[in-house]
């Protein structure tokens, strides 16, 4: 889901209600409501009143494409044709020429409550044979007549709370589901889109645990909340969001908040904003391009293929290059971007090879980052590889407590960390992640090979270990669309 809803270049129209065995239509969107208003209105109303029905038309077919509406039910379109569910679309028909003309003036302005961000489901009935809480389509044209302005008219049936959002953005939109399933270890503004969205929904159903923090970290506590999710609505219980449960948790999180009803909850900008970029590319810079850079330097010393490059900070062309080598062997269009399709195979090649490939066969002394973020109530082997860390670590550094080695990260372990990345100049999160991993593995390896200091002797400068090129922003970052 975009933080702002956008004009779909074109939308997927089913020809019947929506389990019918029907065929499907994409046409443009501006095509799409010419046709609804030449189906839905007489040409010969008043043009205030005409512009007034195009406009709940134009913010009514958004709605359901802005919410996902009928995909999250499971279904291949964005909307039906049948006036029972939607609006009415006659495929082949003629369009009024004054129709057209109106819907390409405004068929990128919509309607939305103040202080939401998603367009009005702005639903109208024809005000004489039927009715209903929205507009009334014969009742605008007695407004119109009256001489009330489009605007004028729709609050009349909506509320003074609305606004018309005008000129915006088209662009193709893509579906919300990411390119694979989301687990525990993983990150990302998708992790922080399923957090939020159960968390609303835990206020209907108490028994899914609250999240927190909302943090875009897919830690134990959004793994529990995920399975009782998966229990409530009868899906596999393995923690694990693939498309099922992905739409799902959409589709109930559209239902409590009301969003396909003219008096809805709303999403707010907290609800969508967004912790990571979309992408990264030439010219970025931050502790994002560093975890690509270090997953990238990893693969490429098991794959000839790709150049191993250095963890600098800066996606430069050296970067760039590698990406571009990435996405030939993988079969991914080659644009030396890192987008979230090329973000999702690179962090599952990385997982991949470090669980079948040991440091020895890599060239390198210690284990690599294990391919998942690791914070508090995480459990295993990664965890107790960390505290040997963490206490290497401490012989050089003493602001770093010893921890127990009983891979359980606990509130020790916890502590150990914040203190690391004091140490280090990360981020006081907590988490684990490839970088503050490396720096504490290349300090294992430095007190293992005999070279930890003596009692009293000055300790030096953290900044061998860390990455201090870096901007000082959240370990974090990639393509997490």
């Known amino acids: ?124 009935c024809n005000g004489t044979t039927v009715t209903c809480d929205g507009l009334s389509q014969w009742g605008s044209v007695s407004l119109a007549e009256q001489g009330l302005t489009p605007y004028d008219i729709l609050k009349n049936y909506y509320g003074d709370n609305i606004e018309l959002v005008t000129d915006a953005p088209i662009a193709n939109i893509e579906p919300s589901l990411p390119a694979g399933p989301i687990k525990l270890g993983y990150y990302g503004n998708n992790v922080r889109f399923i957090q939020v969205r159960l968390n609303r929904i835990s206020a209907n159903y108490p028994s899914i645990p609250k999240i927190q923090p909302v943090d875009g970290i897919y830690g134990p506590e959004t793994e529990a909340a995920v399975k009782e999710f998966q229990r409530i609505f009868n899906l596999t219980q ?116 470090v669980a079948t490939v040991t440091p020895e066969q890599l060239g390198v002394s210690s284990e690599p980052f294990p391919g998942r973020f690791l914070k508090f109530g995480f459990e295993g082997d990664d965890v107790l590889t960390l505290q040997k860390y963490l206490n290497a670590a401490g012989k050089e550094y003493g602001q770093i407590p010893t921890v127990p080695e009983d891979g359980i990260f606990g509130e020790e372990t916890r502590d150990a960390v914040y203190a690391a990345q004091a140490v280090f100049d990360f981020p006081i999160t907590g988490t684990v992640g490839p970088l503050l991993w490396s720096a504490l593995a290349n300090i294992y390896t430095y007190v293992e090979s005999g070279n930890a200091r003596v009692a009293g002797q000055y300790p030096g400068n953290s900044d061998k270990f860390s990455y201090s090129e870096t901007e000082n922003t959240d370990e974090g970052g990639g393509a997490n669309e």
């Open 238 to 353: 393995d923690g694990i969001v693939g498309p099922a449960t992905w739409y799902k948790i959409q589709f109930v999180f559209n239902s409590v908040k009301r969003l396909s009803e003219i008096q809805s909850e709303g999403v707010l900008i907290s609800e969508v904003q967004k912790l990571f970029p979309a992408s990264l590319k030439l010219g970025d810079s931050g502790m994002g391009v560093s975890v690509i850079q270090y997953f990238l330097r990893i693969v490429g010393l098991f794959n000839p293929d790709i150049p191993i490059i250095e963890v600098t900070g800066t996606y430069d062309e050296a970067t760039a290059e590698a990406v571009r080598a990435f996405q030939e062997q993988y079969g991914l269009p080659q644009t030396g971007v890192m987008d979230a399709e090329t973000w999702y195979t690179l962090f599952d090649v990385y997982t991949g090879a």
């Open 1 to 124: 889901m975009d933080i702002y809803p956008v004009i779909p270049e074109t939308i997927t129209v089913h020809l019947g209600a929506p389990d019918s065995a029907a065929a499907n239509v994409t046409v443009s969107f501006p095509d799409y409501i010419k046709n609804v208003a030449s189906s839905e209105v007489y040409p010969t109303w008043p043009e205030n009143a005409i512009r007034a029905n195009i406009y709940a038309q134009i913010s009514f077919a958004l709605n359901r494409v802005y919410t996902e509406h009928y995909p999250s039910l499971g279904y291949d379109f964005d909307i039906t044709n049948s006036t029972a569910y939607d609006q009415s679309f006659v495929n082949g028909r003629e369009i009024f020429e004054n129709i057209s003309r109106i819907v390409d003036e405004i068929f990128n302005s919509y309607i939305r409550r103040e202080n939401s961000l998603e367009p009005l489901f702005a639903s109208y």
